[in-house]
Every structure is written in C-alpha cells, then in structure tokens.
C-alpha cells in the first residue's frame, strides 16, 4: 500500500449531517403547535396588546398628536389624591397581610392538630372563599355600620364595666366606614383579611403537613417544648410557604378595588378605586387613569419578579 493511499485510509472523513426543514420539523410537531398557539394567542390578544395599548395611552399627550410625553405622569404624581391613593394601597397591604399571617398561622396550626370533627371545620373555615367579594363587602358593612355589630358589642361591654361601681365610661356610635382616616383603612383590611385568610390557611397548612413526625418526635426525645419545637422547627420548615404567602398575597393586596369601593369610596381612595375614578363618568379620563395603571402594574411585577427568584426558582432547583 502506498504512502498515499494509507494517508487517505488514516484521513477522518467529513460526514453529512442531514437537515432537518422546517417543514419536516412542522410535520413532526405539529400537535405541540396546535397546542401552543391557541395559549400564544389568548396571552397576547389579552394581556400583552392590553398592556402595550395601555403604556401608549399613557404616553399619548391629550391632544393626541404628542407622543411620548410624560404629560400625564407628571399630572397624577402632583395630584395630592393620588399620592394619598398610594399611601393608602399600601397601609391596607400591610395591614392586611400582617393579619392574614398570623391569624393564617393560628388557624393552620388549629386545623393541623387531631381533634373531633376536624374535617367539618376545614370545611367551614373555607366559606370566604365561596363568598363573592361584592357581598363580603356588605356584611362589612353591617359589621363596621354605625347601626352595625361592632358598635352593638362595643355598647354591651359599656354597660357591663360602668356596673363597676366609680366607673362611668360613655361611647358614641362610630361609623368606620365614613370615619375616614386609619378607622377606615383598617375596615378594608379587615374586609380584605377575611376574604383571603382560606387561601393563606391552605398555605401553611400544606407546609405544616410536610413537615415529617419523626422531627418532633426527636426534638421531643430531646426534652423541648412545643413552644421550641414551634421556633426551632416548624417556623423554619415554613419559611418557603411564608415566602410564597407573603409574596402572592402582596399582589393580590395591591389589586383590591370592590372591598375599597364598597367600604371607603371616595374618603379614603386606594390605586384600584383611583384608577377606576378616573377612567368612568363624570371624570373619562384615558390618559391619567392608563399612568395609574402603569404605576400598579409596576408595583405588582416587583412582586411577580420576586415570586419567581424566590419561589418558583427554589422549587425548580430542589
């Protein structure tokens, strides 16, 4: 064999990879695309061009022909009414969710303990979930009214410690609703409380029962108390479902628009009831009303961004 023939024997060969077009590939996905573009188009017909039409109104001047211009977002930050609207969403936020997780972890570590008719009380505690906002809003108010509940039982416990001989307190029948001012904001978050206090019970109640017995059971062996099994235990497991809880439920508070607009109205304005002010009669105004948009949809995607680095990216990497 010559040199020349053993060089090509030796010489590695280039071998054709075979191409793969667009419509082979079509053929052979074509189920997955038929799957994918019905979601494509509902995400983009209702809730991208929604979103993209909204920051273009935002940025139209009111004369229609000056675009971009900052117009309108320069008008409702100096609007004393909106600058209180923020302040508000975010008072009824906090309030909200500080209640929710606390009463949300009472009522998950109640419900996660063995005891008779459990799960009839499950059941019930469920109930403001099943109750539409609009009506939650009105029992509420029958609660908060100055003819409401709340006064009634505030005028019962009068009565019973001026019995108390050289006391003599007196109390006025107090609408919260039209109180304005943290009488008011505390009404909505209490409305808001109830409403969604079902989803952050399932929430920590779900985190509770992954928590295996053996834990305890060791920590018991140990000699600790079940308030140290609580803070040493069950609070850390929990930290990924607090995590989740606070998170989904801060851009849920954020978006509350029926409680605000049945409880506070006018007297006390929060994002969702401004927004909605300024886009329906007698204002119909587009312009402003699309800059508040923008200013909650950015507040919610900070939540969303964080929901997705904290939450779903740890889930993804367990």
């Known amino acids: 064999m010559s040199r020349s023939q053993e060089a090509a024997i030796g010489r590695p060969t280039d071998v054709a990879v075979p191409r793969v077009g667009f419509g082979r590939w079509f053929r052979k996905h074509k189920l997955e695309v038929a799957l994918v573009i019905p979601l494509v188009a509902y995400v983009m017909v209702l809730t991208v061009v929604p979103i993209l039409d909204t920051f273009r109104i935002s940025l139209s001047g009111r004369a229609g022909n000056s675009f971009p211009s900052a117009q309108n977002y320069t008008s409702i930050f100096a609007s004393r009414v909106f600058r209180t609207a923020i302040k508000n969403t975010i008072i009824v936020s906090l309030l909200s969710l500080s209640m929710e997780l606390v009463l949300g972890m009472i009522v998950a570590l109640t419900l996660h303990a063995k005891f008779f008719a459990r799960g009839f009380v499950r059941t019930v505690a469920l109930i403001p979930l099943g ?109 990924p479902f607090i995590t989740m809880a606070i998170i989904l439920r801060a851009i849920d508070a954020f978006r509350i628009y029926e409680l605000a607009l049945v409880l506070a109205g006018r007297i006390e304005p929060v994002l969702g009831t401004y927004i909605g002010g300024r886009y329906l009669p007698p204002t119909n105004d587009p312009f402003t009303a699309a800059s508040a948009s923008i200013v909650l949809f950015g507040i919610i995607m900070i939540f969303i961004v964080a929901y997705l680095k904290f939450v779903a990216g740890r889930s993804r990497s367990a």
Do not use: H
């Not at 009105?138 to 416990?157: C, D, E, H, K, Q």
């Not at 039209?178 to 206090?197: E, I, S, Y």
């Not at 018991?220 to 069950?234: H, L, N, P």
């Open 131 to 239: 109750v539409p906002t609009i009506v939650s809003g009105a029992i509420m108010l029958l609660l908060f009214s100055r003819s409401g509940y709340l006064n009634s039982l505030m005028f019962v416990f009068v009565d019973l410690v001026n019995n108390i001989p050289g006391v003599n307190l007196e109390f006025q029948a107090l609408s919260w609703t039209v109180a304005g001012g943290w009488r008011t904001l505390f009404t909505v978050a209490v409305a808001d409380m109830w409403k969604v206090l079902p989803i952050v019970t399932l929430i920590f109640l779900a985190g509770l029962q992954s928590i295996s017995e053996d834990v305890y059971e060791a920590a018991s062996v140990d000699g600790a108390t079940k308030w140290q099994r609580f803070m040493r235990i069950t609070l850390p497991l929990l930290v």
